[in-house]
């Protein structure tokens, strides 16, 4: 049983503008709290529906300590399940993509069609109600060819991010894509580290020289440039393409499109495009990025030629698994119109570079002399913005649970 009351008292004692106290990056009772009353209870960008193109196709994926999967159905609607067998609660289906007829279960084959209804289930009693053993759903929507899960029965709202996140994505047509890779990395750090890292670019000049060459990693914001003219230019370029540049923002995700670096179209290593199809109405590609971020774990760019999805899963109190996707037109053929290595070869390094930057953030925080430092507002603002919403989901739990003696 988690202690709540000193998971309340440890939020108490973190100084507004700092870092957390050092349990919230290390500790068990903590990192299980956060699968609970974060994972547990927000909105996860899970991947593109061009991953799931017919009637049959699944997703599966672990959020936090619950396996769950996405389904298309006959009626091509796509439904979520908790990918736990209404039997004795084994995985259903393996974690990645399959296609199938029914979501057959390994152990005992219980048999569900998909829409989660059990359908075959042998040698059970007499009295057996095979209606009471349907798949738990999870909560889905989509936006504009994305698919986003809650596992909570009472989601936060999502409606306000939809209306306005929707016309910024649409033109992008993801719908008309394909997923051309995806790699995961296993990193030795707490997911609070690795999402710190992953909402500022104060460490990108020095650590990301590649990056650097194309993402503007000295902007206050990334949702806007800093050189208003910049700014104007871009601004009144996008919207001649009918392409809005925002930026708009809710409490847990934010979306803008911004320029990239002068005289570069694309993020990758030379800043040129690494795909000769573009994706999208984008006219030649030439579109800077749209990016959004959703609270507690993700980031994605929409370019002129792809698109990349970076998801933040935590497996241990020191350790979090990194997902990434490239999405990119359907069209293209790889080989001759993108190849493998020039798509991935910024992000991976990118990521690699992360990596050990988390790892070493780990180790320095778990020392008996660390003391939570302050962010800067200027460079961190984006890392002030995702602790600050963790302590307040984290309380707004809390305060659900609160003992009526307390
Ligand atoms: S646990 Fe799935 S059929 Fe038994
Ligand atoms: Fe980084």
Redesign the pocket.
């Known amino acids: 049983m988690t202690d709540l009351a000193r998971i309340r008292a440890l939020l108490d004692q973190r100084r507004p503008g700092h870092a957390l106290p050092q349990e919230f990056y290390t500790d068990p009772e903590i990192f299980a709290f956060d699968i609970d009353a974060i994972y547990g209870q927000s909105w996860t960008l899970v991947g593109f529906e061009a991953e799931l193109p017919s009637p049959g196709c699944t997703l599966a994926l672990t959020i936090g300590r619950s396996p769950v999967v996405v389904v298309r159905g006959r009626d091509n609607a796509l439904r979520a399940f908790f990918n736990s067998?209404r039997?004795?609660?084994?995985q259903?289906c393996a974690d990645g993509l399959s296609k199938r007829p029914r979501l057959v279960?390994p152990?005992?084959?219980?048999a569900y069609d998909l829409q989660g209804k059990l359908v075959n289930?042998t040698r059970m009693a007499p009295d057996f109600n095979p209606a009471e053993h349907n798949l738990r759903p999870v909560a889905l929507r989509t936006i504009a060819g994305t698919i986003y899960l809650c596992l909570s029965d009472t989601p936060p709202a999502f409606d306000d991010f939809h209306d306005q996140f929707e016309p910024m994505l649409a033109p992008h047509q993801l719908h008309l894509g394909k997923v051309a890779f995806e790699a995961t990395l296993v990193e030795k750090a707490n997911w609070k580290l690795v999402m710190e890292n992953a909402r500022e670019c104060y460490h990108c000049a020095t650590n990301h020289p590649e990056l650097s060459v194309t993402f503007p990693v000295g902007r206050r914001s990334l949702g806007m440039a800093e050189q208003q003219h910049v700014t104007e230019t871009f601004e009144a370029r996008m919207a001649e393409q009918g392409l809005p540049t925002g930026p708009v923002e809710g409490a847990w995700w934010q979306a803008g499109r911004f320029p990239l670096n002068e005289g570069t179209q694309s993020l990758t290593m030379d800043g040129r495009p690494c795909v000769a199809r573009t994706i999208g109405h984008v006219g030649n590609g030439d579109v800077g990025s749209l990016r959004w971020a959703l609270e507690p774990h993700s980031f994605a760019h929409a370019l002129g030629d792809y698109v990349f999805m970076f998801s933040a899963m935590p497996t241990a109190p020191e350790e979090t698994v990194v997902t990434a996707k490239w999405l990119v037109s359907a069209d293209a053929v790889e080989g001759v119109d993108y190849t493998i290595p020039q798509l991935t070869e910024l992000w991976d390094k990118t990521n690699l570079q992360d990596r050990v930057l988390a790892e070493n953030n780990q180790r320095g925080v778990r020392s008996a002399g660390f003391i939570p430092g302050p962010y800067s507002p200027e460079a961190e603002s984006l890392v002030l913005r995702f602790v600050d919403w963790y302590c307040g989901k984290a309380r707004e739990y809390l305060a659900e649970r609160r003992p009526a003696s307390d």
């Open positions: 067998c039997h004795r609660g084994a259903i279960c152990y005992h084959q219980w289930a």
